[in-house]
């Protein structure tokens, strides 16, 4: 597949991994709103037709609505004539199998915060009718990784975050392709899926998650195999070796949650990632509360089931009685039907208030807000989540004009601050408007905001019709309106000049050779070419020949 170095509005930058079936995934920059993103480039399938890109676009659109702490963005997509192509938020880290190749395994309390995280947006996707399909380490990021420094345990995350990206339906996935699973993949695959047909479920979702769960606690897959054929076979006939007797560190109720998980049966496994959260949080609270790990194991608190001989060995260590074993068994409050119930409905409830879009009235009082703050940071969340929302939802309305407006001002502050970069960093901007801006920029802080403004003025008159150019077009606009506002003087550049000369000799006599010596470069530099200002460039260039 060739590429050019630009799709869509998009510029693509340094490949982020190889080149496979499925495509390529690049770092890229938007071009128009200068921002970071990382795009996946796939070819268009042979045959596809009007209907297959219809549906393309349709789950491109609920894609973009998977909004969640713990997964990957996606900001769109499209075609060009060769190509197609999926848009993300860019993620600084590394992906989780990269780490366990460094680190072998995980602390539990490490892998639990993952867990944690995953079965919360595993939740979420399958509430809206999302089923991942492919949950693997290679499929999960780390954001905001320390940089290694003391050998390769050294390296952690800042903060137990994790996202789980690649999230796709049948239109998109078909239009991705790619091979079948390799043997490293099909180890995070439940075992129902190796029947023909069979498609991945919430079900299976959950085993993966036992999987790596497992992986991250004890260092690998829950079965292995050196070859296909022979993994297929454990998948179906080996129960993996409980985490727990291979990590002693591990709490029982953890290794009794990856168990559950992990059956092949998927009635066996919990009821659904809402029935893992809840097991979670309670393990977290009975953390808080200063439970111990033997106390969590016979406190029957979780709606996980814990093997016996994993009770009896706890009990047996804390010194606790035997239960008699009554009739009937007290089933805990949040394993009852209703519980489970009751909670899926709160949950529906709450996706289905957070998937409403925004009014017009709420969507500006929001980007107003964000727009009062003095961090740069705010106003490009402001454009991004409601100013180009007002935009393309209320299109000819007072908010949308308003709306644009604000769009081009933060635009023109990111040209501004990305263009100061430059300036700092001595690097030559490759888009002619940017070196002029910065050249108009460079005669500004001379003090000669004649040549300056004649400068800016250029840009908009001439070079205003590529809307890649926008950007920079309105921060030189700007910069017009606040040299006009200063009454300019028809001798000024004259004066600036003698003024810089006298400066210079005074600066020279007190022994500041090099700061004398930068004036009269700025001069010549400056000047050299405009025959009206010969007098002062020759004063200049007489001074420097003095110094040699």
Request: aromatic content about 6%; some cysteine.
């Amino acid at each position: 597949m060739s590429l050019k170095s630009r799709i869509g509005p998009l510029a693509l930058e340094a490949p982020l991994g190889k080149r496979t079936a499925s495509g390529q995934v690049f770092r890229a920059i938007h071009v128009e709103q200068r921002k970071l993103l990382v795009v996946r480039v796939f070819p268009v399938p042979l045959g596809l037709t009007p209907e297959s890109r219809q549906d393309f676009a349709v789950q491109l659109e609920q894609l973009k609505q998977l909004r969640h702490p713990s997964i990957v963005r996606c900001y769109g997509g499209g075609f060009d004539a060769r190509n197609a192509y999926l848009v993300y938020e860019m993620i600084d880290g590394e992906s989780l199998d990269k780490l366990l190749a460094r680190r072998h395994r995980l602390p539990w309390e490490t892998a639990f915060a993952y867990g944690k995280q995953l079965a919360d947006a595993l939740q979420y996707a399958h509430l809206l009718g999302w089923v991942h399909g492919r949950l693997r380490p290679e499929k999960l990021l780390l954001p905001h990784l320390l940089s290694q420094s003391q050998g390769s345990d050294a390296a952690a995350p800042t903060q137990d975050l994790i996202k789980l990206t690649d999230f796709r339906r049948e239109a998109i996935a078909s239009a991705i392709g790619g091979a079948p699973p390799g043997l490293d993949e099909l180890m995070y695959v439940a075992p129902e899926l190796l029947a023909p047909d069979a498609v991945p479920s919430e079900k299976s979702d959950l085993y993966a998650l036992g999987a790596v769960l497992y992986t991250m606690l004890v260092g690998q897959p829950p079965l292995i195999a050196g070859n296909i054929s022979e993994l297929m076979a454990h998948m179906q006939r080996t129960v993996p070796a409980s985490v727990q007797s291979q990590v002693l560190d591990c709490p029982i109720w953890l290794s009794a949650i990856v168990d559950q998980l992990l059956a092949k049966d998927p009635q066996q496994r919990p009821f659904g990632a809402a029935a893992v959260c809840l097991a979670f949080k309670e393990a977290e609270r009975r953390g808080i509360e200063g439970a111990g790990v033997l106390q969590h194991a016979t406190g029957g608190f979780s709606p996980l089931k814990l093997k016996q001989a994993d009770r009896q060995e706890a009990e047996k260590v804390l010194g606790i009685k035997p239960k008699k074993v009554r009739r009937s068994r007290e089933q805990p409050i949040w394993e009852s039907a209703w519980a489970l119930v009751g909670a899926l409905v709160l949950s529906v409830a709450l996706a289905v208030w957070l998937m409403l879009p925004l009014s017009r009235t709420t969507l500006r009082a929001r980007a107003e807000k964000l727009l009062a703050s003095e961090e740069f940071d705010d106003w490009d969340s402001a454009r991004d989540l409601y100013l180009d929302d007002l935009v393309t939802r209320f299109p000819d309305t007072e908010d949308a004009t308003w709306a644009r407006s604000q769009i081009d001002y933060v635009d023109s502050v990111d040209a501004e601050r990305r263009l100061e970069r430059m300036a700092k960093n001595n690097r030559t901007p490759e888009r002619e408007i940017e070196r002029r801006y910065l050249e108009a920029s460079r005669y500004e802080k001379f003090g000669d905001r004649i040549t300056a403004l004649e400068m800016y003025r250029s840009m908009v008159k001439l070079l205003s019709d590529d809307p890649a150019d926008l950007p920079v077009v309105t921060l030189a606009g700007r910069r017009i309106k606040e040299l006009e506002s200063r009454p300019l003087d028809a001798d000024e550049l004259q004066k600036l000049l003698m003024s810089k000369l006298n400066e210079a000799d005074e600066l020279f006599k007190k022994g500041s050779v090099q700061n004398a010596r930068e004036i009269w470069e700025s001069v010549l530099h400056l000047y050299a070419d405009n025959q009206e200002l010969a007098a002062p460039v020759s004063t200049a260039r007489s001074r420097l020949d003095g110094l040699k």
